[in-house]
Nanobody
Framework: QVQLVESGGGLVQAGGSLRLSCAASGSIFSINAMGWHRQAPGKQRELVARITNGGNTNYADSVKGRFTISRDNAKNTVYLQMNSLKPEDTGVYYC??????????WGQGTQVTVSL
């Protein structure tokens, strides 16, 4: 099993920045990629960003150029730096980890609210 604990959410004005952190513990040797998903009100959950063990990254089109995913292997921690935030970025952000094809593990989620 893998445990994921997020932190760093909050309320920010449009144009501002936030950094989310996700600390992983447990059977982390089984993980081959980590990501951040978000659930916006009234919308389907979506993958925002992912990073592989090799450091390859992918982003949703809606956040390209504004969000950056990174990892600190020594701390078993993944970060999501969010800049130029927009109201449509509001939602619950979940740290996720994949041990294969699917996103097998999910954190409890952290709320991000972007106000006008």
């Amino acid at each position: 099993q893998v445990q994921l604990v997020e932190s760093g959410g909050g309320l920010v004005q449009a144009g501002g920045s936030l950094r989310l952190s996700c600390a992983a513990s447990g059977s982390i040797f089984s993980i081959n990629a980590m990501g951040w998903h978000r659930q916006a009100p009234g919308k389907q959950r979506e993958l925002v960003a992912r990073i592989t063990n090799g450091g390859n990254t992918n982003y949703a089109d809606s956040v390209k150029g504004r969000f950056t995913i990174s990892r600190d292997n020594a701390k078993n921690t993944v970060y999501l730096q969010m800049n130029s935030l927009k109201p449509e970025d509001t939602g619950v952000y979940y740290c996720t980890a994949s041990a294969g094809t699917w996103w097998n593990y999910w954190g409890q989620g952290t709320q991000v609210t972007v106000s006008l």
